[in-house]
């Protein structure tokens, strides 16, 4: 497993990215404002494809019709957006526990 820092980093680095191009769209000149959800759908879509593209990379590599450098950058993005997934899942959870929790 990679160390946490990098994994941290690059979790961060995707998050940031991901933001930037929903505030690119929704500056442009005759854009629609994208709402929330429409952010995390397109999100979701992009996380399932890179998942989608480390599964086929490592079958590739498997079957040993593809460099093992693209299999690996493959397999560690699938890996890092799994990372990034999953710590976006906790903190939701986290919140909503949060709120279920203050006083009415």
């Known amino acids: 497993m990679a160390a946490i820092p990098s994994v941290a980093a690059a979790a961060y680095q995707a ?18 404002a994208a709402n929330f959800g429409d952010f995390l ?3 979701m879509q992009e996380n399932v494809s890179t998942m989608k593209q480390g599964e086929t990379a490592a079958i590739k590599g498997v079957a040993g019709k593809a460099d093992i450098v693209d299999v690996v950058n493959a397999v560690n993005n ?3 957006t799994l990372d990034t997934v999953v710590a976006v899942r906790d903190r939701v959870i986290q919140a909503y526990q949060s709120i279920m929790q203050m006083p009415i």
């Open 78 to 80: 699938a890996e890092i």
């Open 15 to 32: 998050i940031a990215k991901m933001g930037a191009e929903a505030g690119a769209g929704a500056a442009a000149p005759g854009a629609q």
């Open 41 to 43: 759908t397109n999100a």
